[in-house]
């Protein structure tokens, strides 16, 4: 192992649900993140077995087993606890693990929501923990960075909520003609996870383009609540969602109807997003890529953010491309931590996309 | 060559521009079609060249050269030409070819618009001939099957318009909440034909979703025509196209805001599609396409159509999806050719889809 | 349904194991036969689903379901079964099968080597049906187009095994270096079939070049003994098998060790296939397909043939390229059926390969 | 421009052909590596315009633009010049560059060859430099580390050349029962580079398996040349290569005939590339991924390597996966480069693979 994953680290880490895919994306960062100790990755399905069985680019970075013990059995040890886990199932564990006194990230929706009555409509279940809503900050560090510093609980933004919150907030400035904003969602196959279905055979999945979530997508609310936070406004989002033929990246194309023009429009792209790091704004007409694109960032922790302006029924056509597991996920799992933990903002991050792949 | 191309055919197709790829599927679908027997195939760029090996499909199908002789030198013996052209090439041909008297099946869009003064805001260039344009019928069997049997010039949709329209027209029967419907399309690489172009070298292209037309395609203006011919109404459509990571197939993803349930939304389908043979309504909840996607219906001159009802925002979630090449072109075409000419609707065209591919 | 399955039709078939992939592709080729009609098509994994369900190329073909029933109970009307089973289950239906006097054509590996000690070594069973080995015919009409014309049981070939036969059987007619024959074999998914795993899942599955038999595999000895057949010579192959980023095709490439020139190796293919309808002879360098490509052939019951002349080290390349589900194995099974019966033999097999795709 | 690229360098370097993928490669890699300033990127083809037009992966690392100025013009400036140019170009530079002192790294073949007269034969020129033949160092860290720490002159090995040393070398310890060795190599697209040619375009090329090189491949002599350096035995390379459908990786399947078993052979792998941090043997049979595999590797400097022992015949099945663009042509010259420089020698190399993608 020519990678040390414990020397002179600041922080002891654990993953809980790391054999899922952005479980594997928390270990493929962090494995190299300067601060940052791996000291547990459990899983239930894979106990016993080495991680790098499951997430083969861990060959030769460490010899690390995915535990099957409980969480609470070697909290000790551990400053941060990182819950990979599905919807709905974090919210067993995050009440416990606040009384401890570690500090949580949680890559599901279970605590992204301020309002818990939604929870409810979008996700089937009540949500009893109004207090911990408030204290979870939305991992968004371009949106909220400052509470970022001051918090231990953070709520990791869903990967379409990403790239679409991204690519409309600069826009809700201009006067809106209607107030619902049309997102159609473009997702690599990484973004239905890892398990097994009929459905997701290569010969089955290939070259097609799936409509999985068409309507009433649950990552709804939380890009309207921080929309509005963003803005002031309340917009609908009439969201539809596509896997297509490819791993990574999401694309997402928003219709904004409201009149303006490319230069102003630049301006309120430019004036957003100000000095922030991970934000490109793509506009080289005569490059291969004039417009956003996810073929650009993956494997990079960078959201492209660009637009085309209609003027034959005026809208603003706004794309953002991100790498799912990264600025979708991940990425932005490790940015808020560094944020959290006063780390260099970008340490772990600063890998340039892998292009061409 | 075991399949013959000249013998006891009814009738002799020239086809101008035959080494493109709307060529090249009009060659591929032809070669077996009972009636037609295919005399020329022109192409400047490839003169004297086999046809095979620009479409390696025909090898074994035919030993024919592309000429370089103007259509006019070869006319006598013709019954039909299909122009496979640019936009604002065909029009340089058509009124000479009316001349002659030959039956003409345009690919180009240069006869679409039954306004003529459209041609100036969405091609650039002015129409001149309103006659023709009213002569010309649109080549959408579904819409137009009486026409085409007594006319002599079918102008073939172009493969977005036809997604688009036979996926939207049917709800138009709704009250609609927006007149603005928004239509996002996803199409395979062979609808940017065979030209090199840096942007199209694999190595840039692969894993891409490039968004190539996000406002203002030249395909608007010919939806909202036929969806007024259709429906009576006049909507405004707002067409964003993107190139995805594949060959052939288009999925349209199209918004219509009005209020409707299930229910009632497969009724206008039905209703809409009775006894067409070509139309699929995809409605299997338990099979691995639960929507419309292009891998089920390549190589086929099926269009599948589907929806899903938005409860939260009034709106049918609308999908279309066909392979570009045939039912978003020469699939038409020849579906088009055959009821001109009385033969049997559906000949050369009842191959299924190739699935899997 | 537009396409009859039932007019006017000379035989009447079955299909047992139609959900897998083999299977589809039977129904595919054989719901538009001008001379079959499909009576049964059995799965025990979705019996009572609709075939469409699984295959939705067939939608608007047919409405018919799967049967669970034994094929047992339904032969009466049969003229020919087809078992698309997997290796050491057809041999448990077969014997039964035949004493019933229907005609039997066996998609699996269970009736192709006429040694029957060999199936102990390569497929781990005991094959106590000599007789039956001798009955049955190799489904390769170009080698055994005689054969096939006198029979009522076919053994349909390998996949892999067609195109190394193909490509390598008319240099054996060279002066051999080394009786050892090396043969590379590139694979779509499909090959693999529909069953679940989790090493297929698309994300897993997607970019990869899997060797999933480098040593060993099992269509060995077929290759071998078919060799021996078309040539006299005994040969042995090293093969490796991979699985690629495709889902139909294969391109097999080919090693003999022996001295020759490009003049004579043509000579050699032109001889050996001098008339053959489905084979085709690449040699355009102008091409973009300057060898055999899978992609050329895709949709088509073609082998396309080609070879390179090492000088540096005297051997042939030769390449093999089909489609594996149609000429690699339901294409085969269908041009030996129509032998078999005596209809036309490209009856069913007439469509070019759908390109590009 | 959050990353800086010249502060508290060591070194400065120029990459001259900057614009293809092999100069983009180093760029992507040097602009994090802590201890090398990039001063000079040159293009002809590109001058004038931004490196990230054409690299995008690079928007927010560098504002740089290519320069069309002769690398004579600026050298001054530089420790290091690597040479991303065409076999028979870099010739013509280097002889000049060796006379001012600078350091050179060449990417391409033209110094790779002990044996000079080899370059009639394999590359269709004179090389008039043997001198400089001796100087330069074989680029393979595992082969030639202590001469890399002494040398002033790199020559990077080819990407097929790569894999098949790396995966060939061990075995040679075996008694061999034929000198020829076969090595079947499966190449993603950024192997050919991103030049334009219709044969690239993404439509003809998509789902394709293309030979591309199926006899007399140039890197045969580098691998016999150093297989005889490793080994010392001469053996003959009978290579084939093969275009497919991706756009990163590299697999090569090469076939030892020499009789063996498993654990001999595990042994002899691992005697050999004891203590390489880059090599990684894979033998995991209850992975998804049981032998090599480029999706392993992807976007990670790693070689993975597996084998097969055939008793059949025998013969060792021998893979080497590597991603073509690090390990088989960047990877390697930045790592023989921190050799040279007595930098760390997994300096901005430490990145895991990209998976999935």
Redesign the interface.
């Known amino acids: 192992m020519?990678?040390r994953t414990g020397e002179n680290k600041l922080i002891k880490a654990g993953i809980v649900g790391a054999s899922g895919?952005v479980g594997?994306e928390l270990l493929?960062l962090l494995?190299?993140h300067k601060d940052v100790e791996i000291k547990v990755a459990s899983s239930k399905r894979h106990k016993g077995?080495?991680l790098?069985?499951?997430?083969?680019?861990?060959?030769?970075?460490t010899d690390m087993k995915f535990t099957g013990e409980s969480i609470f059995d070697v909290l000790d040890d551990l400053d941060v606890v990182f819950l990979a886990l599905p919807h709905g199932t974090s919210i067993k564990y995050v009440p416990d693990l606040v009384e401890t006194g570690v500090n949580v990230i949680d890559m599901s929706a279970d605590f992204r929501l301020k309002d818990g009555s939604k929870y409810v409509r979008w996700y089937g279940y009540e949500h009893n923990y109004p207090d911990l809503l408030n204290k979870f900050v939305y991992g968004m560090p371009e949106l909220h960075r400052e509470e970022l510093k001051n918090t231990k609980y953070i709520a990791v933004p869903g990967c379409i909520a990403s790239s679409s919150i991204y690519s409309i907030a600069p826009f809700l400035n201009l006067d809106l003609d209607?107030n619902?904003i049309?997102v159609?969602a473009?997702v690599g196959?990484?973004g239905s996870g890892?398990?097994?279905?009929?459905?997701?055979?290569?010969?089955?999945?290939?070259?097609?383009?799936?409509?999985y979530k068409?309507?009433?997508h649950r990552h709804?609310p939380e890009i309207e609540q921080e929309l509005k936070f963003a803005s002031g406004k309340d917009v609908?989002i009439?969201l539809?969602a596509?896997s297509?033929?490819?791993?990574?990246?999401i694309?997402t194309?928003s219709?904004i109807?409201a009149k303006t023009d490319e230069i102003n429009a630049w301006q309120l792209m430019r004036q957003f997003y100000d000095k922030e790091?991970f934000v490109?704004l793509?506009m080289?007409k005569?490059?291969?890529?004039?417009?956003?694109?996810?073929?650009?960032v993956?494997?990079?922790n960078?959201v492209?953010l660009g637009f085309?302006?209609?003027?034959?029924?005026n809208?603003v056509?706004s794309?953002g491309?991100i790498d799912n597991m990264i600025k979708g996920a991940s990425g932005n799992a490790i940015q808020s931590m560094n944020i959290m933990y006063g780390f260099k903002e970008?340490e772990g991050l600063?890998?340039?996309?892998?292009?061409?792949?």
Not at 286 to 296: H, L
């Open positions: 020519w990678v895919y594997g493929r494995v190299t077995e080495k790098a069985r499951i997430h083969p680019d861990l060959y030769g970075f209607n619902i049309n159609d473009k196959s990484s890892s398990e097994m279905d009929e459905s997701k055979v290569f010969s089955e999945r290939y070259n097609s383009i799936r409509a068409p309507v009433q709804t609908k009439a539809s596509h297509v033929n490819m791993v990574r990246g694309l194309t219709n109807y790091k490109r793509i080289d005569k490059s291969n890529f004039k417009y956003p694109d996810p073929k650009t993956i494997g990079s960078f492209d085309a302006i209609d003027r034959y029924i809208r056509v794309f491309a970008n600063t890998m340039p996309s892998l292009f061409p792949v």
